[in-house]
């Protein structure tokens, strides 16, 4: 088949052909970037996070979707009026055995705001999960959930200093008001 490129037709056609393919490539680029602003902005340092963990913008993009997909398909609940307040009550029991015992108390807050994010509808997994699912409705409390978690982990072999144990009870008593305090879901979401 010889094309010929003097035909008027011909060269119309490859103009319409050509603006429809930048026309194309342009509408994906704004697309992209919308979708990576989106992202940028409801999960904050968490899409930093992901993009420095996945090596691309693009593999955290679609990891942080995943995640939107996976917490969307939790049911995840406000706690009842009882639940409010025998976890504000565990909370106090908690804090208030900082004092005399740091690094037990620290512990129990990492167990408490695990047995909070259960109670809310969290399901009980490995913390990067439980980490990872979080994120999604509450980005902002991502970096200081990994930093208490870490203290409250961390071996005998690495002991804790006391401005540190301070540090991630403050970090969990932010972590646990937003949890305990937050509103419905779906209010969040639509915000």
């Known amino acids: 088949m010889n094309i010929d490129w003097a035909n008027p037709q011909v060269i119309t056609a490859a103009f319409v052909l050509a603006f429809i393919l930048v026309v194309g490539v342009a509408v994906y680029i704004i697309h992209r970037r919308k979708t990576t602003a989106g992202l940028r ?3 904050g340092s968490e ?21 939107e997909t996976r917490v969307d398909s939790l049911k995840i ?14 909370w106090q029991t908690v804090q208030s055995r900082f004092v005399d015992h740091p690094k037990g108390a620290v512990t129990e807050a990492d167990e408490l705001v ?3 994010l259960q109670a809310r509808g969290y399901p009980v997994s490995s913390f990067d999960q439980r980490a990872a699912d979080i994120s999604v409705d509450h980005p902002g409390l991502m970096e200081n959930y990994r930093s208490a978690h870490a203290i409250a982990v ?9 401005e540190e144990l301070r540090t991630a009870m403050i970090h969990y008593r932010a972590i646990f008001d937003e949890l305990v305090q937050a509103p419905s879901v779906m209010e969040h979401r639509a915000a």
């Open 114 to 116: 695990a047995s909070l």
């Open 41 to 43: 902005k409801r999960f």
């Open 47 to 67: 899409y930093d996070r992901a993009v420095q963990e996945h090596g691309s913008e693009r593999k955290a993009e679609t990891r942080l979707a995943d995640r």
């Open 77 to 90: 609940r406000d706690l009842t009026a009882t639940e409010r307040l025998r976890f504000l009550a565990e």
């Open 154 to 162: 961390r071996g005998s072999e690495v002991e804790a200093t006391t």
